[in-house]
């Protein structure tokens, strides 16, 4: 196994294992109430901190030879600043591997990567990638983003707002749930005939038995099916009103909580299609992880010596740029003075040293990662400030080999660049 790739949300923990050859399978997945208790200006509790911490290192037990991504979403990201570091600093000291809380940005660059890959055809399509605290829709049309909506609202909010939804049978009716939420639905200046329903959904779909089609919409090997909202709805009533809590956790014996939120992710997903005109779903059991394995990052800053491993630099430039991932800093490739203190590419004439690192600077405020290029693990004196930088604003580190120094060992942040 070449790398896990680990995605927390607000209620779920999904541990993936990407192989050699490119392929990702979902290992396990585990329930967490993180939002119990929690507050931004204090994070989550000190109990669901650890246990947090004892299950990634028992996952990091049953997988010691493995490069470990491990990405935080929904509430993670809503906790101020301070309280951000902070539990980065505590997960890298507790658990040795670092923890990368995401934007909303980045986190639908990822679901565009996973679902909207294969989808070929001229009519718009709509993303739904519902969490525990907050939901993600994107309209896309001829390969492009139209619309982008990140909402306040995910299974948590609704299991708070109807707080007997998951009694043996649901106390409330599903239309009285939908039209809550329906009132909630943004402005919108498109309607959407085919919609991707992510997050398990393909799996949990066979499970209950809902009415599922062949996927003739587009090929995929990853979406064979699809539903129409109106037999989706349908079953959603039996979910509701027949098939008890007890059925539904029987249905999924390994994480029997994950069915806690079926009904609220049900009625979430059937506003979103109504209010967005969907005919057909198309349900899906890729996520954000799948994204990543196809492309991690949109655009880096690469640090290092210039001047002593300009070449092994301009390799890893090379290798980032065949990915199509963007590399923001530096711009070229043609050095004029290679070997001099500071050195200087064709197309910089003129600017001054000063200016030209102001403007390296500039670009690790822009960037998904600053990746440092440690050829033997030596960082110099240039590339220690940018990580200082990169460090302060909370950045997403990466080493290409282990640093020598002992105090950039103990910083957090990760090792090995694979792309």
């Not at 329906?182 to 949990?204: D, F, Q, S, V, W």
């Not at 390799?315 to 991932?325: E, M």
């Amino acid at each position: 196994m070449q790398k896990i790739i680990i995605d927390i949300g607000s209620s779920t923990v999904k541990i993936y294992g990407l192989s050699i050859c490119g392929e990702l399978n979902l290992l396990e997945t585990k329930s967490f109430n993180f939002k119990g208790g929690f507050d931004p200006k204090l994070g989550i509790t000190e109990e669901n901190k650890q246990a947090l911490f004892d299950y990634i290192n028992k996952i990091a037990g049953e997988h010691k030879n493995a490069q470990f991504k491990i990405y935080a979403t929904a509430l993670f990201r809503k906790c101020v600043a301070s309280i951000q570091r902070s539990l980065i600093d505590e997960f890298f000291i507790k658990t040795g591997q670092f923890l990368n809380i995401i934007s909303h940005e980045l986190e639908g660059h990822y679901l565009e990567k996973a679902l909207a890959g294969f989808y070929n055809l001229n009519e718009p399509l709509l993303l739904i990638n519902i969490g525990g605290g907050s939901t993600e829709l994107i309209v896309i049309e001829n390969g492009f983003v139209k619309e982008r909506h990140n909402l306040d609202l995910g299974v948590m909010t609704i299991l708070k707002e109807f707080p007997r939804l998951n009694e043996p049978l649901a106390i409330y009716s599903l239309d009285e749930v939908v039209k809550s939420i329906c009132n909630r639905m943004p402005t919108t200046n498109y309607k959407t005939p085919y919609a991707i329903y992510n997050g398990g959904e393909l799996t949990y779909m066979r499970l209950v038995g809902y009415k599922l089609e062949k996927n003739d919409i587009f090929e995929d090997v990853n979406h064979p099916n699809k539903i129409n909202l109106k037999d989706f709805s349908e079953k959603n009533q039996d979910v509701f009103e027949i098939i008890t809590l007890k059925q539904l956790e029987q249905l999924m014996p390994n994480d029997p909580l994950w069915m806690h939120g079926a009904r609220a992710c049900s009625a979430i997903a059937q506003s979103v299609a109504k209010h967005f005109g969907v005919i057909q779903i198309i349900p899906s059991d890729s996520n954000m992880a799948h994204g990543i394995s196809r492309q991690e990052f949109r655009n880096v800053v690469l640090s290092g010596s210039f001047r002593k491993h300009l070449d092994y630099i301009l390799s890893v430039k090379k290798q980032l740029n065949s990915k199509n991932i963007q590399v923001l800093s530096p711009r070229f490739d043609q050095p004029k003075n290679p070997g001099q203190e500071f050195v200087v590419f064709e197309g910089e004439e003129g600017l001054s040293p000063l200016e030209l690192e102001r403007h390296h600077l500039n670009m690790i405020d822009l960037c998904d990662a600053l990746v440092v290029c440690a050829s033997n693990g030596y960082v110099g004196a240039s590339a220690l400030i940018e990580i200082g930088y990169a460090q302060a604003l909370g950045k997403r580190i990466i080493f290409t080999e282990k640093p020598e120094a002992f105090m950039l060992q103990t910083l957090p942040a990760e090792v090995g660049l694979s792309v």
